[in-house]
């Protein structure tokens, strides 16, 4: 009887120390607004790492975020120094480069759905200049690729590849650079399907 009762006051205190602790640690964290109360294992909420935006006195500026090495090339970055944004660039390119892919049809069908999203709206999906922006009158002076001609030259429909290529990577006067839409190897891709519209194919 007695000894029952021990342990029945046993177990309320145990039951009153847990509430106590409950309630101190729920409250704890209410007396400041901004603290986030008792945090458990603080060292999984801060990485080891330092964020770019931290200071950082490991380096001279004190800052973590670093300049890349000069002459550093990101992994499958593509070099386009020799054929500069220049006259002499758009005509040495023209001579040198030749399209790295076969001409076969799946390379033809990429080829058509890029020009189709990047450049029919200004040369129009056959290629003869008279894309949606060339018709609503947003845009002239767009060449057909069959029967226009450049403003560097020749005829639209004896442009090279290489040609055809700096203009993607550059653009030219009211057309844009490309480069950044378009990777290298899909460049060549919209190429090979420009010259199928420039013999009218
Ligand atoms: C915003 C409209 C616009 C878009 C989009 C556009 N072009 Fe052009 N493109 C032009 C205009 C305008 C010219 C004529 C520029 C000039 O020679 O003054 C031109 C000229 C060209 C030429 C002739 C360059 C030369 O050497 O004379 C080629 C080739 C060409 N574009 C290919 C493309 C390809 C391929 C795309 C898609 C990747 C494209 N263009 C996207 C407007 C556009």
């Known amino acids: 009887m007695k000894g ?9 205190f145990v039951y009153t120390a847990f509430l106590a602790i409950a ?4 409250f704890s964290a209410c007396k400041d607004k901004r603290s986030t109360g008792l945090e458990y294992a603080r060292n999984m909420y801060d990485p080891i790492a330092y964020n770019p935006d931290q200071p950082n006195k490991n380096f001279k500026d ?34 040198s480069m030749v399209n790295p892919l076969p001409v076969d049809t799946v390379n033809l069908a990429q080829g058509k759905h890029l020009f189709t999203v990047f450049c029919s709206p200004c040369h ?3 290629g003869d200049g008279q894309g949606h922006l060339v018709k609503i ?20 429909a004896d442009l ?18 490309h480069a950044s839409q378009i990777s290298p190897t899909d460049r060549w891709k919209v190429v090979m399907y420009v010259q199928q519209l420039q013999k009218g194919q």
């Open 4 to 12: 029952s009762t021990l342990a029945m006051n046993k177990n309320k």
């Open 23 to 26: 309630f101190a640690a729920t």
């Open 62 to 95: 004190g800052k973590t975020a670093q300049l890349p090495p000069a002459h550093t090339k990101p992994v499958g970055f593509t070099e386009y120094d020799e054929y500069p944004n220049t006259k002499e660039g758009y005509e040495a390119a023209g001579v």
């Open 124 to 126: 129009g999906e056959k």
């Open 137 to 156: 009158e947003k845009f002239s002076g767009v060449p057909a690729y069959q029967t226009g001609s450049s403003s560097r030259g020749g005829n639209m």
């Open 160 to 177: 090279t590849a290489g040609k055809i290529y700096h203009t993607i990577t550059y653009g030219v006067n009211n057309m844009g650079s």
